[in-house]
């Protein structure tokens, strides 16, 4: 008497069940490697963007009060309660920085985003002021509470509000970029945030 060959039953269901927590484990790994890479992403970026606004804003800041023929009379810095366009003063505090370079060297303060400068933290950005047009956001996500700007003056002390006849007596800022971290996964990311000292070389030669 020939016996059938193949599988019972009862193996198929051992198989069948061995194969669910093999491919459940699977999944779980898979779903761990993949939450790990969207956090460490995220993460990442936000460290490039705060890298980002920090030199970006330590680069145009050194330029304050560019006037290498000495025409303006020292009216290139650091400006406290400007009004630039008839859109409200450009001022420095904390949270808003402004000055103005002669890009140009004609010892006018021109009507340029070359020549007036400003920034602000605001709603969460980072903001560039466009002479002419208003704000336009350079960063998103900047938690403007660990963010802002600090004034260091001649004799060393240092402030976050400059008064007008302390701002020309700055010769340095220190900037401060912290980036709101999210929660994904329901874990709360680490918080990004850059400090540099920023040297005005152009200030105090006189």
Known sequence: MERNSGFTLVELLVVMAIAGVILGALYSVFQTSSRTYVV???EVAMQQDARFGVDYLADLIRVAGYDPRSKGNNRFGFQVAQDWDGR?????????????ADDNQDGLVDGNDSERIAFRLTSGELQRYRNGSGWEPIIRGVDEDGSSFVYVYADASRDSTPTTDKVNQIRAVQITLQMRAPQLYGAQLREKRYTTLVKCRNLGLR
């Open 40 to 42: 460490q992403d995220r």
């Open 88 to 100: 409200g003063p450009q001022s420095c505090d904390g949270k808003n920085i402004a000055f103005t």
